[in-house]
């Protein structure tokens, strides 16, 4: 894989290794887990994406990874406009339960970058949804390419995974860039009255899989 890949699929080019670091983690509710962090030469798009490998990547039969593009609101600041938080947190603990990685992607609102991710709340808070909001500011409805993402799973030896997502596209554009996904394995859902409108416009626009609550509450469904 790490030479071509199969006829049909993308060619990427290689990425390299580039340091390797022991970091432990603490989030908020004081779930704790070492990891080992993971930083690259060589990725398409220039960026300092991360790579998270919790527990042993080889203990199962494939790993279990996931593709968490970065929300500064609602990874670092809590916010519950968003699902972001919560499915981070759990996605740490369910990789390392297994052994896989989770790579931290940097594409802020799909892609689209902080200002411009605030600028289509205000969109939103007009009466548009997320994909009408971005669309109006000229904006792709979601600008996200895994390109990068599947030159780090190259570079770490991982062929065969468990993909962690309710995202159908984040599998899809996976395999066409030659990664064998598995399995999906969805994750949680964790609804508020923040965030529902904004989980609906997934499932219905993007057809994520999100089985959503009737009302809104804070609890984690998990599929």
Do not use: W
Not at 120 to 129: E, F, K
Not at 166 to 174: E, F, G, M, T, V
């Amino acid at each position: 894989m790490h030479a071509s890949l199969s006829a049909g699929h993308t060619l990427v080019a290689n990425a390299s290794v580039r340091t390797r670091v022991t970091i432990p983690l603490r989030f908020a509710d004081g779930y704790e887990v070492t990891a080992e962090a993971v930083t690259f030469h060589g990725l398409a798009d220039g960026k300092e994406h991360l790579a998270l490998v919790l527990g042993d990547p080889t203990a199962a039969s494939a790993p279990l990874v996931r593709l968490h593009s970065e929300c500064l609101t609602g990874d670092v600041f809590g916010s519950a406009r968003c699902d972001c938080g919560p499915q981070l947190r759990e996605a740490v603990e369910r990789i390392a339960a297994t052994g896989g990685v989770l790579l931290y992607l940097r594409q802020e609102g799909r892609g689209i970058g902080l200002y411009n991710k605030l600028d289509a709340y205000a969109l939103q808070d007009a009466g548009l949804d997320t994909y009408e909001a971005n669309t109006a500011l000229g904006l792709p409805e979601d600008g996200r390419d895994y390109t990068a993402a599947a030159q780090m799973l190259t570079a770490l030896d991982i062929a065969d995974l468990d993909l962690l997502t309710n995202n159908p596209d984040k599998a899809q554009q996976l395999r066409d860039l030659g990664v064998p996904v598995r399995f999906i394995r969805r994750t949680g859902v964790f609804a508020t009255d923040s965030n529902v409108r904004y989980l609906h416009a997934k499932a219905q626009h993007t057809h994520h899989t999100i089985a959503l609550p009737e009302t809104a509450t804070v609890t984690a469904l998990v599929g």
